[in-house]
């Protein structure tokens, strides 16, 4: 049994792995877990950090995770190493920052085949920003396309680390994985701390256990931590008697003490999600820290949808679920929203729609909740003429025009980086999006970075996917708040029926209502289903029409097809059908399938 509870600082090693989206971050922790056999090979699944079903289903990191690694150097002494695994898509940057508070290191992965990309950079930023020591880490060399040299001269030239240190590995077939060990040995600090002060601890993640109530993830930055402990959160005030500590490889392993320097988990016993706040500070009652760790950057909601359960009696389950989410999700927040066609609901803020997608489906899977989502819309600055100004984040919520003197939207600064070649095509594909080409810098043969001014509500919908095909995936995209600008904006009713669905509604800036009114009343032509009658679907601005389609009348009779006889596959197909029902929402006497409301994501403009 390794012994993991008396560590002195020169001992521990505190990093996290950054990268930009898939060039290899998971796929090297697993490695790494592998080689210091913290995870028996009989036992090992690939991408064992991302413990989240959506997360290996998709193949993408999205909360970060710690775990303790023991490591043989070749100096002959054990290592402890804290090992912060990090999510790479732009919509998750703040989980990255989050993990970077309790590191003194970095390691920075690029892939061999793409060489530097835009969250490559502005990963490498927040690393340097928060002053730790970075590895960079060449991924994928067994790969023939792999070209590491020049991905060096990318690092030096891009992002001014110096690469002499930079280690070529695979975390496919686990060479070089070695060499990385030693160099996080070798190149990160330990860090630093006092063992005889009074508790100081930041945390970095929590997560609400039925049994145990929530248990918060820590870095200890003074003193120690122990079973029966009487802490304090330093913000929140709430008082707790330590139920337990440990750290997770990753199963939960328990151990009697934290110490200084160390990351791991304590067991707070209190049963509200809301007590226990990302980035509080935990401290002894009796004997308290001066003052609270530094906290990090507060993550913005960028994006806000209508979320509404299918059947009305679920809406205090929702509520309750958005909490237990909140807890390690600090970023997600909702307010009531009601809406004519929906009923009660929440508008829930995201940082994006990775996020939202995210949300929805835990929501759904780990909850047993069937939502509807309406379209995303941004924090819309409208002045009305009485010298009001008004946040509306929600189409519903915008005053009659009549009573609006201008509307400001949020702005963006982006950065994409291309090979030349695509430049035109990026270029254009900005311009049909509102934005504006401010700067254009050559990298280097291979790269350009270009920058815009674009706004918020264009990129959110289908910009990404847009951007990736039309550079055959080359592309990346990286971006942040700039300010808020007035735009003319008009808010597009959908009419089912003759009647205005509240749902369905969105804003959207005047040269563009007419071609998304059109293409949005064909895409809802093919999503709604025949029903008995026709229903005509409208798109328009105030009392005016400006687009129509129709969805044609059909009687509909499965049991038809069943040749009387069979009654077992008659149930079936009724409970399919019924099944079928669960995800329509009767809007009037329409039936109304839930992807309706997001079919404004579908629409090509
Ligand atoms: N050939 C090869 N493929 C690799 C290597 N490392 C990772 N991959 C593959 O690259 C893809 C992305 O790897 P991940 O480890 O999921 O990437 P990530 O950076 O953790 O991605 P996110 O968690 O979504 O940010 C997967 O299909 C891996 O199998 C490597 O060294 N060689």
Known sequence: MVNMNTFDTSHIRNFSIVAHIDHGKSTISDRILELTRTVEERDMESQLLDTMDIERERGITIKSNAVRVM????????????????????????????????????????????????QTVSNASLAMNADLDIVPAINKIDLPSAHPEEVKVEIEDELAIPADDAVCVSGKTGEGIHDLLEAIVFLVSPPKGDADKPLKALILDSYFDEYRGVVATVRIFDGQVKKGDHLRMMQGGEEFLVDGVGVRRPAEFALDALGVGEVGFVVTGLKDPEAVHVGDTLTLVNNPCDAPCEGYREAKPMVYTGLFPIDNKDYENLRD???????????????????????????????????????????????????????????????????????????????????????????????????PEYTGAVMQLAIEHRGVTTDMIHLSQKSVEMHFDIPLAELILDFFDQLKSRTKGYASLDYEFSDYRMSELVKLDILLSGDEVDALSFIVHKDKAYSLARGLCDKLKEIIPRQLFEVPIQG??????????????????????????????????????????????????????????????????
Request: net charge negative; aromatic share 8%; hydrophobic share 40%.
């Open 540 to 605: 328009a601005i105030g009392n005016k029409i400006i687009a129509r389609s129709t969805v044609k009348a059909r009687r509909k009779d499965v049991l038809a097809k069943c040749y009387g006889g069979d009654i077992s596959r008659k149930r079936k197909l009724l409970e399919k059908q019924k099944e079928g029902k669960k995800r329509m929402k009767a809007i009037g006497s329409v039936e109304v399938p839930q992807e309706a409301f997001l079919a404004i994501l579908k629409v090509e403009d």
């Open 321 to 419: 679920a958005l909490e237990k989410l909140h807890v390690n999700d600090p970023s997600l927040i909702w307010e009531p929203e009601t809406s004519a066609a929906l009923g009660f609901g929440f508008r829930v803020g995201f940082l994006g729609l990775l996020h939202m997608e995210v949300v929805k489906e835990r929501l759904e899977r780990e909850f047993d909740l069937a939502l509807i989502a309406t379209s995303p819309s941004v924090d819309y600055h409208v002045y009305k003429t009485d010298g009001e100004m008004l946040e509306v984040r929600s189409p519903q919520d915008l005053p009659d025009v009549t009573r609006i003197d201008h509307i400001e939207e949020p702005y963006l600064k982006a950065k994409i980086i291309t090979p």
């Open 71 to 118: 490591y043989d150097a070749d100096d002959g002494e054990t290592y402890q190493f804290n090992l912060i695994d990090t999510p790479g898509h732009v919509d998750f940057t703040y989980e990255v920052s989050r993990s970077l508070a309790a590191c003194e290191g970095a390691v920075l992965v690029v892939d061999a085949t793409q060489g530097v990309e835009a």
